[in-house]
T-cell receptor, first 113, second 113 residues
């Protein structure tokens, strides 16, 4: 019940296209859903995060869509750029382990020029 | 977000030796820090939660006598890998909890020969 399932494992998108990464969770006590971006050899960087009281949050080209009833959330990267090529991790926290982040398995995004 | 540093950024050591990794929160005081381990092309796995002034809380399967954590101040946590072996070679990343969000350090690449 603590798992966060992420898909796809890898994604190739043309420059200017939309990248979509999906995550699903089981624990209804989760109340914080961040997305992290990680470049090779670097630590993850917080990209955007959402809480269950809203269904969508947008920051620049990055949008989180949240579906509480389906227990799913997704990251949309609009106008994808080669510089967006990285590994993206969704995560969730809340409930008994309030501050611990449960990470998805990651999505390796490649944006072709 | 918070700025987190780690030192060293990479270290190579011989099997059987101990290695200390430092994690510093540069612009916020952090009561809680986390230590993660990441193997190549895998997700982040939480090792332990480090609380200032008290003992660390280790995740199931993590040997507390092998991975010693000290959180002596609000800006510094250290992870010591004792009697390191080649299977301990990994990317070790710390994070700090600030206002219910986690900000990650750049990571430390440990290679045990």
């Amino acid at each position: 019940q603590q798992q966060v399932k992420q898909s796809p494992q890898s994604l190739i998108v043309q420059k200017g296209g939309i990248s979509i990464i999906n995550c699903a969770y089981e624990n209804t006590a989760f109340d914080y859903f961040p997305w992290y971006q990680q470049f090779p050899g670097k630590g993850p960087a917080l990209l955007i995060a959402i809480r269950p009281d809203v269904s969508e949050k947008k920051e620049g080209r990055f949008t989180i869509s949240f579906n509480k009833s389906a227990k799913q959330f997704s990251l949309h990267i609009m106008d994808s750029q080669p510089g967006d090529s990285a590994t993206y991790f969704c995560a969730a926290s809340g409930g008994d382990s309030s501050y611990k982040l449960i990470f998805g398995s990651g999505t390796r995004l490649l944006v072709r020029p | 977000g918070a700025v987190v540093s780690q030192h060293p950024s990479w270290v190579i050591c011989k099997s059987g030796t101990s290695v200390k990794i430092e994690c510093r929160s540069l612009d916020f005081q952090a009561t809680t820090m986390f230590w993660y381990r990441q193997f190549p092309k895998q997700s982040l796995m939480l090792m332990a939660t480090s609380n200032e002034g008290s003992k660390a809380t280790y995740e199931q399967g993590v040997e507390k006598d092998k991975f010693l954590i000290n959180h002596a101040s609000l800006t510094l946590s250290t992870l010591t890998v004792t009697s390191a072996h080649p299977e301990d070679s990994s990317f070790y990343i710390c994070s700090v909890k600030i206002y219910n969000e986690q900000f990650f350090g750049p990571g430390t690449r440990l290679t045990v020969l």
